[in-house]
């Protein structure tokens, strides 16, 4: 018969992170007639014509690493 005691401590490494880490924060930044969508991170995506497309490169990003997609 187990007894209630043998419930040990949760699997370590498997905490539940309550606090959310705000590292992605994605702009879209014009130089010129380019645009390009840079991260907080360091990330940031090869220039282009369209500045909707740096807002794909941006989203893209973000899908990457799991973060909303809260694009500046
Ligand atoms: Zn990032």
């Known amino acids: 018969m187990k007894g209630v005691a043998e419930q040990g401590p949760e699997a ?15 702009e879209v930044v014009e130089r010129g007639s380019f645009s390009f969508a840079q991260c907080g991170c360091g990330w940031f995506a090869p220039g282009r014509r369209s ?3 740096s807002r794909r490169d941006a989203a893209g990003h973000l899908a990457e690493n799991g973060a909303d997609s809260n694009v500046a």
């Open 12 to 26: 370590p490494g498997r905490a539940s992170r309550t606090d959310r880490p705000d590292e992605h924060r994605v």
């Open 51 to 53: 500045r909707d497309k």
